[in-house]
């Protein structure tokens, strides 16, 4: 914000190792985009780390974005 930012990238982990997104992901998620709204920025993804081995996709991470939910 400080620095005139235009969107952010949200990104966190999941210790388990499962990249598959919780209701509290989702709604954190809904939350920022709309916290972003508010002060003028996109929400260009938020992205949950994981490992390839713990993922169905073998991708061992989740984006929103590519998902089509942001």
Do not use: M, W
């Amino acid at each position: 914000i400080r620095l005139s930012a235009s969107g952010i990238i949200a990104v966190h982990n999941h210790p388990s190792g499962d990249p598959a997104t919780s209701r509290a992901d989702i709604q954190v998620t809904r939350q920022l985009r709309e916290s972003a709204k508010v002060i003028g920025i996109d929400l260009l993804d938020h992205i949950i780390v994981g490992h390839k081995k713990h993922d169905p996709q073998g991708l061992g991470y989740y984006s929103f974005n590519e998902a089509g939910l942001i």
